[in-house]
């Protein structure tokens, strides 16, 4: 098994690809992107899938199907998914081996009970509103869920982790201050600053740190879309050290969280009908519901095809 491979943590649209990119461009870092595959089928308590039926499972992921590894028959469940970061590492002839985690990753050390984790903050109203725009969410009010939950469970995480095993950053900080954030990130595995690390810039759809890309939703969000976002996280925010906006605090009632629920379920399911078709949607919700495990994953395949294109 690999020993202490680094994890890069926090909310989806927190950065963490930026930040993936820029380690991965280290001659001596190679950064496997999306993982959630390797943690979604252990259990509570870590109780590890059967190896079998987590093989049938792979196909349909698209963090797996577009990591161009190889599934070895011969391993089980541990070795297998470790063998994932193996090949990672090897394919780009690299030393140290990480990747990005967004949910579960308190099971990571199920696998590696030497991982070390970097846990990137960003402001959860630009994480709200990117959710949004991804389609992840259909308001404010459900983006804000993806940032709560992660940062509940980094919570949680630190507490059983030594100040060694862990980093802190800020998104805000890395964007205005590459450099020094790089450069701790660095320190904290074990390797020198490399200028390579802003060369992502020339081979992917990223640009390079731009200052106007934080704080987003001062200019971008309605005064509305802000205090129902603050409604949900403002206490959290504060704790992470975040001003609120000023704004009066919009008063939450059983009806407002009802309507807004409301809301947020159908914005999704516009979203998902206008990007994948009501077709190829319907096939793949009735597949997922029978037994028809290879017409699912053929329709999941499709599905994150698509999602492809979107995505940066």
């Not at 690809?17 to 992107?33: I, Y």
């Not at 402001?123 to 993806?146: E, P």
């Amino acid at each position: 098994m690999i020993k202490q491979p680094f994890f890069i943590v926090g909310a989806e649209r927190s950065g963490t690809t930026l930040l993936r990119l820029m380690l991965d461009h280290h001659p001596l870092l190679a950064c496997h992107f999306e993982f959630e595959h390797a943690v979604d089928q252990i259990g509570e308590g870590g109780s590890f899938p059967p190896i079998e039926e987590y093989r049938h499972w792979l196909p349909a992921q698209r963090s797996f199907s577009s990591s161009g590894v190889t599934l070895d028959p011969s391993l089980d469940f541990p070795r297998l998914v470790d063998s994932f970061l193996v090949q990672k590492r090897e394919r780009d002839g690299k030393k140290l081996v990480g990747a990005t985690v967004h949910k579960h990753f308190d099971r990571l050390r199920y696998l590696w009970p030497d991982a070390r984790f970097i846990h990137i903050l960003r402001d959860g109203r630009d994480v709200a509103r990117s959710c949004v725009t991804m389609g992840w969410a259909g308001n404010s009010w459900g983006g804000a869920d993806r940032w709560m939950t992660a940062e509940t469970l980094w919570d949680e995480v630190r507490c059983t982790l030594s100040t060694s095993d862990y980093c802190e950053i800020r998104y805000e900080h890395l964007i205005r201050e590459p450099r020094e954030v790089l450069t701790q990130i660095c320190d904290f595995i074990g390797v020198e600053f490399d200028e390579g690390m802003f060369s992502y810039a020339k081979t992917s759809t990223y640009d390079l740190p731009d200052p106007k890309l934080v704080y987003q939703w001062k200019v971008k969000a309605s005064e509305e879309e802000t205090r129902i976002t603050e409604a949900k996280i403002g206490e959290m925010l504060v704790r992470r050290g975040y001003e609120l906006s000023g704004l009066p605090e919009l008063e939450v009632d059983r009806r407002l969280v009802h309507r807004l629920q409301k809301e947020d379920r159908q914005g999704r399911r516009r979203f998902r009908i206008n990007r994948y078709g009501f077709m190829l949607l319907a096939m793949e919700n009735l597949t997922r519901r029978l037994p028809f495990r290879p017409f699912h994953s053929q329709f999941s395949r499709r599905m994150a095809e698509i999602d492809l294109q979107y995505l940066k």
